[in-house]
């Protein structure tokens, strides 16, 4: 009896340390995948060595014109190794009610982006994304971790892929702060 209690609780003790090994399968922003504003699926890892702006974004609020602050940030720093990553949600006060579609043709018509852009996607609540869940978790993101306060939030990754930096819905794209926050990261492995 003791054998096969110990068996029991060596089993017991493999499985937790798979099951715990498999929720934390996602500890690298390089692990997820994701699906493009066209509905092909992109890795992050894809931007591997680059540093990311990954922004939740929407095409009818009031931070709508940040698109063109974040194409300019593009357009000024993907030489040097910075990646826009635009996200809409439509989490807050149905202000991205688009398909994917309208969303792609308004962002390039309007405001000439050229940075990616990805499928709709939940950046809080019951079906939060995967991404999302990883970058606001305080667990997987401590220091930068919290919910999702609006549209137009922006998380900044280094090139090791750790989150460095986290601005709010009123931080523009050509805010001295976010500026200082992206040069830094870019000059950490230059």
Not at 46 to 75: D, H, M, P, R, W
Not at 84 to 102: C, H, I, K, S, Y
Not at 135 to 144: A, H, I, W
Request: aromatic content about 10%.
């Amino acid at each position: 009896m003791k054998k096969v209690l110990a068996i029991g609780l060596a089993i017991g003790c493999i499985g937790t340390c798979v099951c715990a090994r498999g929720e934390n399968a996602m500890s690298q922003i390089y692990d997820f995948t994701m699906r493009d504003i066209d509905g092909k699926d992109v890795t992050v890892s894809a931007f591997k060595g680059k540093v990311l702006l990954i922004v939740n974004v929407a095409s009818k609020c009031g931070f709508t014109g940040q698109y063109e602050g974040l194409q300019k940030l593009y357009t000024t720093y993907t030489n040097r190794g910075l990646v826009v990553l635009g996200f809409p949600a439509n989490d807050f006060l149905r202000q991205e009610p688009g398909t994917d579609a309208e969303i792609k043709n308004f962002c390039t018509l309007t405001y000439g982006v050229t940075f990616p852009m990805f499928a709709k996607i939940s950046v809080k609540g019951k079906d939060i994304h995967p991404l999302y869940a990883f970058l606001t978790s305080k667990e997987s993101n401590p220091k930068f971790g919290g919910a999702i306060s609006w549209n137009f939030n922006k998380f900044l990754i280094g090139r090791d892929g750790t989150v460095v930096g986290r601005f709010g819905s009123r931080t523009k794209p050509d805010d001295k702060e976010l500026i200082a926050a992206v040069e830094q990261a870019i000059k950490a492995s230059d």
